[in-house]
């Protein structure tokens, strides 16, 4: 975006200050605060989707979420070159830390918060809804079967990254398997049923990126842009990976996450087996894999070897996480 640009896409919202351009976003200064106005890369539709979910949410009491400014036009977009541009505040504040337990917290609240905030949400007649519901067991399915097919092709190569791979990966086929076996159980059934009757919903990239602290120390949810009808297990289940990164695996941050939610939106015995199902399945490992062999790459191969090495090296971490999480997680959440 150069400057000439984002001037007259700053007008078009009613924006007269001058503007800045920092990366590929514009930065507006106005007297409550800077605005943010940056293009989005899907339609109309979806971006109204996503707009009408921001404020059933604050409407609903959960207010620190990037709304989209509107246009003179009562639009929460302008057009521009045929491009869709959106404007939002631009959070000044600090990112969130998983490093921290008290952002931790902050973070597994916000997320039981944002839940039932969603919770309902009823798209506008003609606008179509991103829907993942049910599709979790065919698509661990695959990645488990992808790991069959990568080793045979590892097999035929001999790099080191090749030789680390077939080394280890019969364990993660296992850990694959037995998540599977929970996925296509009736607990999955069960709490797809109840997301279809309750209208869930899924953030879908619940990060450290997406989460700010503002000033006062209000943590904000950013970027919808995978936002979609899922069983809210899946945010927690992908919550929850990023933190045992930080933390070794530790099992009893783990346990003390999960209450934290708990405490705010209840989780179920069958939400809790597909939880320890969706932590057990080898998804890091499975996508180091997939990009080195699967897609164009773009870092040399002691990059993917070091990245593989890192997974490798908490393979045993790992298993003795899963035995204790599936053994323990669901003893404080019986309803």
Known sequence: MIISEAQQISERFGFQREVSVVRDMCKVPTATGQICIKKVGYGIDRLIFIHN????LVKNGFIFVDRFYSSPEGNPYILFNDEIF???DW???RDCEFKKQEDVKTAAQTLANFHKGIEGYLPSTGIK????LGLLPHTLKKRSEELLRLKKVAQKSRNRFDFLFIDNVDFFIERSFASLEIMYSPAYSMIVQKAKEKREYCHRDYSFHNLAFDKNENLYLQNFDFFSSEVKIYDVASFLRKIMSEYNWNVDVALQVVNWYDTISKIDQDEIAVL???MEFPQKFWRIANRYYNSRRTRP????????LDVVQEKEIFRDFILKFKSQVGKNNKT
């Open 53 to 56: 979910a921001k404020e059933y």
């Open 86 to 88: 959106v404007a939002i």
């Open 91 to 93: 959070i000044t504040g």
């Open 129 to 132: 809804l991103r829907n993942e």
């Open 276 to 278: 320890a199902a969706l």
């Open 301 to 308: 191969e002691n990059g993917f070897y070091n990245k593989l």
